[in-house]
């Protein structure tokens, strides 16, 4: 064995491998977006990104009743996308071990939501095991693969940003060679849901629940640490090295099986303390659970919303904060802003100066809600844009202002187009701007089914989302390069003033993917007047000097050419390669 600095993300891609789980499949949503990343880099595995969560969990289904173990992978409101097949899937149980990576996000580092995922299990009523640290994600993913085969149910990974993305050394092994499945039978009474079928099924799922409670008292992935009996504490996940560094002091009931708890282990740890206290982040789903076995907990003034740190657990229970590097005061804030040559920002821009009411969606494109674009009214889950446009619009629109739905190609291809079949469907008006940047930029450049590029890198079949539209019967369908800023604003007005479905298809390369292709701009100091209307723009590289006049930082200039488009003046100019920061000539 070796010891090997890894991630929680890549030691649960490692787990799995080593379980003998060769397949893969998922779609990239922060923190979970590297684990399958880190799969497809093992010896023999195949990784695919799926358009979306649900599509992920059906195709893993596929994998397990052809007999072989897989790896899905998802963030937590992914979760509730492949809540469909994941609840019958509890009625089905797997053949080939079924293991399902969902990461939590408390905080929002980089979601629309809090969520607590032990909720689902609970709901679904399929196991969860929840590692603390790099070592007990893949321990515990290579566990997950025999209880699943065991059980015959899909088992849940619960991950959460700081296990996900945090780093330590981890001991792993030569990976076990997949297991050979036996022979496909066929068995309707196992896969077929029917009600028939589904009724016995309901039956199995009760039983299963039964030996699981018997299991999960005497498995040695729950432990107690016994310290000082004033104080004892249940947590699990990331809480748990939190708490440890806060109140070394204390005991503590390690869960890191968090569905089903074990009633008696439970009531055994709180008989041996004075006062029980549970340490959670993102739910309360510990506490009512302990309550409801009659277990009296202390109330503590652990925050209620966002991540848990040592020091916040510290401070709620009157300890030391333990010592910690401070930042330096007075340090600027730094808002998240489109990149510099992002083709998304004319877009915006555009539809700010035609007073839109803009539904938006989940990607980069969501942060033209934010100054100085200011131009989005919503944002509430992937795909979501299009059905409420429509929404606004049989509500009787907005006064007079056109309302214009706004979707990336990914979010398209995950949930966009039954929204946009809707629409059509029901005669719906509105336009809709698919803004294609050919990647899936804001977790990390991955592929996607618009832009034909396979997990693997491979080239495949790419979707031509202006032909799906017209193949919708939407007749107003259009492409237009988003750089060009009279073309965007022109297409924006014209088709918002249609009265009928539109469809603009606004198509350039994410600018990370372009960004050595073409020559940095600068100003001209003597013919700029210092009239702002480039710094209105909203692009990082430009600023406002002392004077008052722009200039543009050449070190990050990408040569999009924004920016010379709006000036009037001839003041932006070609610069050559990266000089010095100002971009001053």
């Known amino acids: 064995m070796t010891a090997t600095l890894l991630s929680g993300n890549e030691a649960i891609a490692r787990g799995a491998w080593q379980a003998g789980a060769r397949i893969g499949v998922g779609y990239p949503g922060t923190p979970s977006t590297e684990t399958l990343e880190a799969f497809r880099k093992l010896p023999d595995a195949r990784a695919e990104w799926a358009p979306n969560e649900k599509v992920a969990l059906e195709v893993a289904a596929g994998v397990s009743m052809g007999g072989a173990r897989s790896l899905v992978t998802m963030k937590h409101v992914g979760l509730n996308v492949a809540a469909d097949p994941l609840f019958t899937l509890a009625y089905t149980g797997v053949r080939g071990g079924l293991v399902i990576l969902v990461a939590d996000d408390p905080g929002m580092h980089s979601s629309q939501n809090e969520q607590d995922s032990h909720n689902y299990a609970l709901a679904a009523g399929v196991p969860m095991l929840e590692p603390s640290d790099s070592t007990e994600a893949l321990e515990m993913t290579q566990a997950s693969f025999e209880l699943s085969e065991r059980f015959d149910v899909p088992v849940l990974v619960r991950s959460s940003t700081r296990v996900s993305h945090a780093k330590s050394l981890v001991e792993s092994a030569e990976g076990m060679a997949p297991p050979a499945p036996e022979p496909y039978k066929s068995d309707a009474a196992k896969w077929v849901m029917v009600p028939a079928n589904a009724k016995q099924r309901r039956l199995v799922w009760d039983e299963r629940l039964t030996r699981l409670a018997e299991w999960v008292e005497s498995t040695e992935l729950n432990r107690i640490e016994s310290r000082s009996a004033a104080v004892g504490i249940v947590t699990s996940g990331v809480c748990y090295e939190h708490v440890r560094e806060a109140l070394p002091e204390a005991s503590v009931l390690k869960l890191g099986v968090s569905f089903p708890l074990p009633a008696q282990l439970l009531r055994r740890f709180a008989d041996s303390v004075e006062s029980v206290y549970v340490v959670e982040e993102g739910g309360d789903y510990l506490s009512r659970t302990l309550r409801s076995l009659g277990i009296e907990i202390q109330p503590s003034t652990l925050p209620r919303a966002g991540e848990l740190t040592p020091g916040a657990i510290a401070r709620a229970f009157g300890a030391e904060d333990p010592p910690l590097r401070e930042c330096e005061e007075g340090l600027p804030p730094r808002p998240p802003l489109m990149c510099p040559g992002c083709p998304h920002r004319p877009v915006f821009s555009a539809l700010r100066k035609v ?231």
């Open 355 to 585: 007073r839109a009411v803009v539904t938006g969606d989940i990607g980069c494109y969501t942060l033209g809600a934010l100054p100085p674009l200011s131009a989005m009214d919503s944002c509430v889950c992937m795909g979501a844009s299009i059905g409420m446009a429509h929404g606004m619009e049989l509500a009787g629109g907005p006064g007079g202002r056109p309302v214009v739905g706004v979707i990336g190609d990914s979010t398209f291809a995950h949930s966009g187009l039954t929204g946009l079949m809707n629409t059509a469907y029901n005669a719906g008006t509105g336009t809709i701007l698919i803004l294609d940047n050919r990647i899936t930029a804001m977790t990390g450049h991955q592929g996607n089914p618009v832009n034909g590029l396979t997990l693997g890198g491979e080239t495949t079949v790419e979707l031509d989302l202006a032909k799906l539209c017209e193949a919708l019967s939407i007749r107003r369908v259009r492409e237009v390069d988003p750089h060009d800023l009279a073309a965007t604003e022109a297409a924006i007005r014209e088709e918002t003033d249609a009265d009928e479905l539109s469809v603009i298809v606004f198509k350039a390369p994410c600018a990370l993917l372009v960004k050595d292709e073409k020559t940095p701009v600068g100003v001209d100091e003597e013919l700029c007047t210092a009239c702002g209307v480039c710094i209105r723009l909203g692009c990082p590289a430009i600023a406002k000097s002392d004077s008052g006049k722009a200039f543009i930082d050449t070190s990050v200039c990408v040569g999009c050419g924004q920016c010379v488009q709006v000036c009037r003046y001839d003041a932006i100019v070609p610069s050559g390669p990266a000089c010095d920061i100002g971009g001053g000539l």
